[in-house]
């Protein structure tokens, strides 16, 4: 079985208010690339990965038109680019809606797995809960060691999944993932840069710590489980990891944990074993300051230890530094069209 974990840049922008393809002229939210274009890059992507589910992170925005089907018009819009470009990922499952156009969703093939939206968690409401509460509620943290008590919550709550494997019958829990430590908007000088950047980075770790005890309620009940998505964040991304003593993927992954209960990722691990070590990325983004592109390794797929013990095979979709991908001219052109960030694969035998 192959699974995937692809952030779409502002896949949103291809499709129109009803959820229909927008394969034409105008443009894409991507830098001189059109609509038509980026439709064409992601079909040849997706058609080249040729997955059995994926994770899409930055899916259509969720809308509620009252004829679109069960997912609103993020499902809608993902079901039709599928049969555009004849998918085998044919179906959309969507968890908790948000408000940012930027959905999770996982796309899958309805004939090699069956799946369903498995929230866990107490529903909080604004009162918040310190207990890993559901991933659409509150989390109540004290984030600056004030003996106060803070208010968390998603702004694109994680999507908890349940796949059974139709051929073995197999069950395994995904959880997609889509968190970040926002830019410092309505700052006025650097030390607002500093604050405001601090306070989120704050944030974001509490996210990292709630997402971690729902791994940990995983790992105590014997649950299979994998942790994909983009994390826009990773060991020795910024200079606020060294304020903080851990950036939010070493928390989700229980780095400092016994070997039982830590999740495993290659491309982290690797990037763990020091600065001088080098490092894989999954993500590519143009700096008009400095007119050069900043390279990063944010998109992971981490499984628990059993599932390690299977031998899984992980991929990063590369345009230049997987092989297979760079000596492919057209899949080339089209992952460096399709979005800035790039895919990750794991074959496993479910």
């Known amino acids: 079985m192959r699974l995937a974990t692809y952030n779409v840049e502002w896949f949103n ?29 992601l079909g040849r992507v997706f058609g080249a990965l040729d997955a059995d589910a994926v994770m899409v992170v930055e899916a259509p925005d969720y809308g509620r038109l009252p004829e679109a089907p069960v997912g609103g018009r993020t499902a809608k819009a993902l079901e039709a680019f599928a049969a555009a470009n004849g998918l085998r990922a044919r179906r959309a499952l969507v968890g908790f809606a948000n408000d940012t156009q930027q959905e999770l969703a996982l796309m899958y093939d309805p004939d090699v797995v069956d799946v369903s939206h498995a929230p866990m968690g107490e529903e909080t409401g604004k009162k918040g809960s310190f207990d890993a509460p559901r991933f659409d509620g509150t989390f109540r943290i004290d984030l600056d060691i004030d ?12 999507l908890e999944v349940a796949l059974t494997s139709r051929a073995s019958g197999a069950v395994a829990r ?9 830019a410092p908007h309505g700052a ?10 601090i306070a989120n980075r704050r944030k974001q770790l509490a ?27 990773g060991p020795g ?9 851990r950036s939010a993927v070493e928390i989700v992954l229980g780095a400092d944990e016994a070997a039982e209960r830590r999740l495993f990722d290659p491309h982290a ?18 700096q008009t300051r400095e007119k050069r592109f900043l390279s990063a390794l944010l998109d992971y797929v981490m499984v628990t230890p059993d599932l390690r013990a299977m031998a899984p095979q992980w991929r990063i979709w590369h ?14 052109e089209a992952l460096l069209t399709a979005s800035d960030h790039f895919p990750v694969t794991l074959d496993i035998d479910l």
């Not at 034409?24 to 980026?38: F, I, L, P």
């Not at 003996?147 to 994680?158: G, Y």
Request: a negative charge; hydrophobic letters at 40%.
């Open 188 to 197: 006025r000088n650097d030390h607002d840069v500093m604050r405001i950047s």
């Open 319 to 332: 345009p230049f530094d997987d092989p297979a991908c760079y000596g492919d001219a057209g899949l080339r």
């Open 174 to 182: 995904l959880i997609g993932v889509h968190i970040k430590s926002k």
């Open 147 to 158: 003996a106060q008590s803070d208010l968390v919550k998603f702004s694109k709550p994680p």
């Open 207 to 233: 996210q990292a710590i709630w997402l971690r005890q729902r791994v940990e309620q995983h790992l105590d009940a014997g649950d299979p489980l994998i942790v994909m998505g983009d994390f826009n964040d």
């Open 13 to 41: 922008s291809l499709f129109d208010l009803e959820g229909n393809l927008q394969p034409d002229g105008g443009w894409s939210a991507r830098h001189d690339v059109t609509r038509a274009m980026q439709l064409e890059a």
């Open 269 to 286: 691990q690797r990037a763990l074993g020091g600065r001088f070590h080098a490092r894989e990325v999954t993500a590519r983004f143009y």
């Open 237 to 245: 991304l910024d200079e606020y990891e060294a304020l903080f003593g």
